[in-house]
Each structure stands twice: as C-alpha cells, then as structure tokens.
C-alpha cells in the first residue's frame, strides 16, 4: 500500500516548529499528521529543537503560549471533557441496567448476586457524581436570578433636618449608655454633659 507523501508546506511547518521548541505530539496535533510522520519529517530534514533564531523561537513560543491559554481553547477542551464525562457516564448506566435486568438472586448465588448490586449501585452513584459535576444546575440556575437593588435616595438636608438628626443622635448615645442629661436643653453649639448611673 502506497503511502500518502505530506505536502512540502506542511514538512516546512514541521521543521519550523520543531526548530521552535515544539514537542512532536504539539507538531503532530497542530498540523493533523501523525507522530511518526512528523518524526520521519524531522529526520528527513534534520530538524532539532531550538536551532532557529532567538526571534522565530520567541514568536513560536508566544504563540504556542497564547494559544494554549486562550478562554477560547480552554472551554473548547473542558466542553469536550464534560461530553466525554457524560456519555461515559450514560454507558455506564446503560451496562449497569442490562446487568441489573440479568441478575437472578437464588440462595447458592445469593453473595454473589448481593456484590454485583452492590457494584451497580456504586457505579449509578458515581455517574450520578459525574453529572452533578458536569452539570451543575443549582449554579447555573441561582446564575440566572437577577436580585433586584433597593433604592438608594438622595435629599439634601435642611439646617432643620440637621439640627433634628443631631438631636436625635445624642438621645440615643444617652440611653446607650444609659446615663441621663443634667441641666436645660443646649443651644446648638455647646456640648452636652452625661452622667452616669450605678
């Protein structure tokens, strides 16, 4: 069987990232061949990681970096790790339903039939886990209720309104510390006298 020749633009990348500092399993991922393909390039053409320029080697690895870690890149691995967590998990279900529906319990089997449901409930208790996880539906739908902000009022106070809070203020430190006022009622700038009670 004759074997399909990779196209001189993708054995250029090859080398190019390779002399980059990419490792074989990034090169062969970032241009969809295979790792011995890639390998068989980069002998063919004597490619070793890191002989490029100080500047390629910076850009790759910039790249190699931002692509990496990219929002983007990251949700598209976790969404296909949580696809992959749950069909695992509806599989696992699914056999442990079909198990369940072929056990028959008689007295000579009766330790063993007792572990196979002991092991098809641990395995609907963890595919249970994995869904929990994978979906995870309290959160998104406390995610979804808006709470609604009080109103906050703004009034410009009066001297009035002033001399009102003021008053008020100073009946409620006295009864905090529960003392009483000695003397007339104070004119608004003098300070008030608290006795204190046993």
């Known amino acids: 069987m004759a074997s399909a020749v990779t196209p001189p633009d993708i054995q250029a990348a090859a080398v190019a990232l390779r002399e ?14 295979s790792i011995s393909t890639t390998q068989r390039i980069l002998k063919k053409h004597g490619a070793v990681a890191g002989a490029t320029s100080a500047e390629v080697i910076t850009r790759a690895r910039e790249e190699m970096i931002n692509t990496a870690y990219s929002l983007e890149a990251v949700q598209q691995v976790a969404a296909s790790l ?26 000579a ?6 572990r196979a449901l002991a092991a098809c409930a641990t395995a609907l208790k963890l595919s249970q886990d994995v869904q929990r996880k994978a979906l995870p539906l309290d959160k998104l739908e406390r995610s979804t ?5 009080s109103v906050l ?8 309104d002033v001399r009102e809070m003021r008053e ?6 006295t009864e905090r510390i529960g003392g009483r006022k000695i003397g007339p009622p104070l004119a608004q700038d003098q300070d008030e006298i608290i006795e204190f009670v046993d």
């Open 20 to 33: 980059a500092g990419y490792s074989l399993t990034s090169i062969a991922t970032r241009l969809g061949i």
């Open 82 to 107: 949580v696809h992959d967590d749950l069909d695992l998990s509806q599989r696992l279900r699914i056999k442990a339903a079909e198990i369940l529906d072929t056990i028959k319990v008689t007295p």
């Open 109 to 114: 089997n009766s330790v063993q039939a007792s």
């Open 145 to 149: 209720q808006v709470e609604e902000l």
């Open 153 to 160: 009022t703004i009034k410009i106070m009066t001297e009035d």
């Open 168 to 173: 008020q203020q100073r009946r409620e430190a």
